[in-house]
């Protein structure tokens, strides 16, 4: 079993549809991001989290350390988009474990 | 502020032969990260510096792949020899108050 699981791996939505993408993770953890990553490899750090909820713009991301949980949300999805979302979790040990990715398609 | 800066952005060779990436990271990061994602896959953790300090190569393949950081700046992984499998994007990322900044990748095709 992976240390970081994603759900769903693929996701195909409308414009202007709200996304949920899933991570739990089975390690304790200092630190949880989500990366975007865009045909032709360039990651982005979208958040970095440890506790709670942080915005920035469409993105909501969240966090439940008790249940090992987190959720990345785009809401008024458009297809600039699409993209594979990476959840990354920085163990006490202080190494990196990502998760396989989630592909999102937003269709016009 | 200038990011990752990696080389080469392709490279195709035969299995067998020699290969060699290199990163800048960003000014002042001490903490540089080599990755291999293999298609279809989320980033793996091949090696960690800090400084010129390896933190972490727990999941390097040592009797292939090697990797310095001699001055605790730029840093170079080679692969030799080139194995089928060792096709993939090789990513590197410096790090400052643990937030990650990735550069753009080299995508590596062994024939």
């Known amino acids: 079993k992976n240390e970081v699981e994603q759900s769903p791996q693929n996701l195909t939505a409308q414009e202007g549809e709200f996304i949920t993408i899933n991570c739990s993770y089975s390690v304790g953890i200092s630190a949880l991001h989500w990366l975007q990553q865009h045909p032709g490899g360039g990651i982005v750090s979208l958040f970095m989290?440890?506790?709670g909820k942080k915005k920035h713009g469409r993105l909501i991301a969240t966090i439940n350390i008790q249940e090992k949980h987190s959720s990345l949300h785009i809401t008024a999805s458009h297809p600039r988009d699409s993209a594979v979302y990476i959840c990354?979790?920085?163990?006490?040990?202080?190494?990196?474990?990502f998760g396989a990715g989630t592909r999102l398609t937003v269709k016009p | 502020e200038a990011g990752v800066a990696q080389s080469p952005r392709y490279k195709i060779i035969e299995k067998r032969q020699s290969v060699a990436f290199w990163c800048n990271p960003i000014s002042g990061h001490a903490t540089l990260y080599w990755y291999q994602q293999i298609l279809g896959q989320g980033p793996k953790l091949l090696i960690q510096f800090q400084n010129n300090g390896v933190v972490d190569d727990s999941q390097l393949p040592k009797d292939r792949f090697s990797a310095e950081r001699l001055k605790g700046v730029d840093s170079t992984l080679k692969i030799q020899p080139a194995k089928l499998e060792d096709s993939a994007v090789y990513l590197c990322?410096?790090?400052?108050?643990?937030?990650?900044?990735f550069g753009s990748g080299t995508q590596l095709s062994v024939l």
């Open positions: 990354a979790v920085r163990s006490r040990n202080n190494d990196m474990r």
């Open positions: 990322a410096s790090s400052l108050g643990g937030k990650l900044f």
């Open positions: 989290l440890s506790s």
